[in-house]
């Protein structure tokens, strides 16, 4: 149909809600005035309140990739040894930053679809004495995994090494918890699970972050958190450059609205989107991708059928239906689709979701009873 907006399945960008979009179009609040301070303020306030991190927090005009360059240059020196966890694209990009910046990197890599395990980041540390900080994403967007980030948390702390969280994709629909789990910096980004539009990214700073900060010497300028810190410290808080007024007006309606539905409702909502999205995978007889699949709430990766090609069905649920998923990444090109259910979605869209999803799998030759992924996620509604 001619202009119907695009159905974003994806993992970010998410759907926006119109509450955040009409925010976005409302007049701009001056960026050096009381008006743009108190929206500041509410936005900070916000990011505390979803990643329960009572430290200072740094918001940045820029994507996630800023967040995560923000992350690296405020608290190392080159030379600085590091260890990067991967356990995929996202992973990949910390260790091409953490190079970038001249870092002695160790990395420990994991097949795509693994997550990362306690006792091996702390056999990395333990092989390698000296390394300063460790690097890693909580949701592994390209491969729909997430990582148990408590149990490392507790690993990089009894060893007293400096804790850095990519939380893009999950801050906001996965249990957080920066200050309960000790992770010193964590990133954050505008168009995933908290709803609102591309352009922002934040960043939680610790105290132990803090003295980092101060004994590193990484060429940084537009991402300093010192020019940040001093900023949201005037009289009317500010950011030191010129921000993204817009996108914060959006985001603070985002976060208004999420308050509204409270924090153990959305986390909630997100575990019964995920086994609704589980469900009507293994109702059409398809193998899901990835380990700890309980863990795995925001992002779900599809093994594709045999003879058919993750593009192609991409494709397909994007010309039939506006429909838009994400393909395999990396090495998992040509091996699995992903939908991403986070942010402003409800079951609703799963079920409209799953009966696209069977129409174009049929179309392009999968032998499946139709209607068997919808009934199965129909089934998860009906249970208790
Ligand atoms: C886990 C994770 N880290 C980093 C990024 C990069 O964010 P951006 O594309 O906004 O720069 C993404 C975006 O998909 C992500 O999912």
């Not at 509450?19 to 001056?30: G, H, N, T």
């Not at 594709?304 to 990444?329: C, H, N, W, Y």
Request: glycine share 10%; net charge negative.
């Amino acid at each position: 149909m001619p202009n119907r907006p695009e159905i974003l399945m994806t993992p970010g960008p998410t759907p926006v809600p119109p509450a955040v979009l009409i925010a976005q179009s409302e007049p701009l609040v001056y960026h050096r005035g009381p008006g743009f301070g108190a929206l500041l303020t509410e936005v900070i306030d916000g990011i505390r309140w979803q990643a329960n991190a009572s430290g200072d927090v740094a918001v940045y005009t820029s994507s996630g990739t800023g967040g995560m360059e923000g992350s690296v240059a405020n608290i190392v020196s080159a030379g600085d040894k590091v260890l990067v966890v991967s356990v995929g694209y996202f992973g990949d990009r910390y260790k091409t930053i953490c190079e970038r910046f001249g870092l002695d990197v160790t990395f420990l890599g994991y097949n795509w679809g693994q997550v990362a395990k306690p006792e091996d980041v702390a056999k990395a540390l333990d092989d390698n004495p000296g390394i300063k900080a460790v690097f890693i994403q909580h949701s592994e967007t390209s491969t729909g995994v997430c990582n148990d980030i408590e149990p490392i948390a507790r690993v990089v702390k009894e060893r007293d090494r400096l804790f850095v969280v990519d939380a893009i994709s999950s801050v906001g629909a996965v249990e957080l918890d920066v200050d309960g789990w000790g992770i010193d910096v964590c990133v954050g980004g505008s168009q995933k699970a908290l709803g609102a539009t591309p352009g922002v990214a934040f960043i939680t700073i610790s105290e132990k972050a803090w003295e980092a900060h101060r004994n590193s010497n990484a060429p940084r300028f537009y991402f300093d958190w010192t020019a940040y810190k001093d900023a949201a410290e005037r009289k009317n808080p500010e950011s030191p450059w010129t921000p993204a007024i817009s996108v914060l007006q959006g985001f603070a309606a985002a976060i208004r609205m999420a308050r509204e539905e409270g924090l153990d409702n959305i986390l909630a909502r997100h575990r019964l989107l995920s086994k609704m999205v589980k469900a009507g995978v293994r109702g059409i007889d398809l193998p899901l991708f990835g380990e700890n699949l309980e863990r795995s709430l925001i992002v779900t990766a599809v093994k594709v059928p045999d003879g058919i090609s993750d593009e192609a069905i991409v494709a397909k649920l994007r010309s039939r239906f506006g429909i838009v998923t994400g393909p395999g990444q990396g090495p998992l090109k040509g091996k699995i689709f992903r939908i991403g259910h986070l942010g402003w979605v409800d079951p609703l869209d799963v079920l409209r979701f799953f009966g696209a999803l069977e129409v174009v799998l049929a179309e392009l030759g999968y032998p499946l009873k139709l209607g068997s992924g919808v009934a199965a996620a129909q089934e998860v509604l009906l249970q208790p």
